[in-house]
């Protein structure tokens, strides 16, 4: 599902501004742009992320600032005047460029206090993940009831169907057996000659196992309920894969009705559940 949270904070003279975006996967795709100073949180921040969600391309943007004087490198005076004596002492030297002796190794160090820097900004990185995840989860779940009512809708639409279908079936074989009857009479009507009424019943009776949809009616049903029961459920789970992996059951079992059925009214009912279980699918796809 897709989702969008936000949050920034100042921490010791430093300004820090994290972002989480989601977009529709059927798996869970982390994409992680932190700055360089950042970078060694990558990991963590990763974990964290997928502690919380299982499922969407997830982006999340950082940013940081600091214009405090705390953020200043410091100068290794020593190191600087030592690369400065080495170039005077070379016959011909140019000018020195201090912006260019700053660059050398060693002349430059990290703040004072570096990994107390280091944890306050690790702290308030974590703490802002998890705000902005919980703003992101806070739009999934609206996004997450429209889902719901939408899935709903198509699950009334297959029950109602498949009712019809179930009413439709038993009536398949009794018009079988009335058309059967009417065009034995009417070949053997000029010969005089009656057909033995048990080879009829039994025609008839292979006509019925081959048409046979109980099962199928009956799986889908109780597909149906497992459905019902699993987008009405309030446990914090995820339930996208599980609604997939049901919603190609269903399939299956339409697909054998409308193939044993040669009837055109439970094959129009059939092909009309097989397009409300394919819009299942995409939705499915973005549920969590």
């Known amino acids: 599902m897709t989702g969008y949270g936000e949050a920034s904070a100042h921490v010791g003279g430093a300004h820090f501004v994290l972002e989480v975006r989601s ?4 798996y869970l795709k982390a994409v992680l742009r932190l700055p360089e100073e950042l970078q060694s949180l990558e990991a963590e921040l990763e974990t964290r992320l997928r502690e919380k969600i299982s499922r ?11 214009q405090s004087e705390s953020a200043a490198y410091e100068i290794n005076k020593k190191a600087l005047n030592r690369y400065i004596e080495q170039l005077k002492g070379i016959d011909g030297s140019p000018a020195i460029d201090l912006g260019a002796l700053l660059a050398l190794p060693g002349v430059l160090q990290p703040p004072a206090d570096a990994e107390g820097r280091f944890e306050a900004t690790k702290g308030a990185m974590l703490d ?23 899935l709903r809708t198509h699950h009334q639409f297959i029950a109602a169907r498949l009712k019809l ?12 057996e009335r058309r059967l009857r009417t065009r034995i009479d009417a070949l053997l009507k000029d010969v005089g000659v009656k057909i033995d009424s048990v080879d009829l019943v039994r025609e008839i ?22 459905f019902e029961e699993l987008i009405s459920s309030n446990e914090p789970r995820p339930l996208g894969r599980t609604l997939d992996f049901l919603a ?26 097989k397009g409300a279980i394919d819009r299942i699918k995409e939705q499915a796809q973005n549920v969590e």
């Open 128 to 150: 802002l993940l998890e705000k902005a995840i919980k703003q992101l989860q806070s739009m999934r779940e609206r996004e997450g009831k429209n889902l719901v009512a939408d």
């Open 248 to 273: 190609q059951e269903m399939l299956r079992e339409a697909n054998t009705i409308a193939s044993k059925s040669p009837d055109a009214t439970i094959s129009r009912h059939a092909v009309e559940i």
């Open 165 to 176: 279908v179930g009413d439709r079936a038993p009536e398949v074989i009794a018009d079988y």
């Open 56 to 66: 969407g391309t997830v982006t999340v943007n950082a940013s940081v600032s600091n």
């Open 205 to 226: 009776a292979a006509y019925a196992e081959r048409t046979d949809i109980a099962e199928e009616i009956n799986r889908l049903s109780a597909h149906l309920e497992q």
């Open 23 to 26: 977009l529709n996967n059927k």
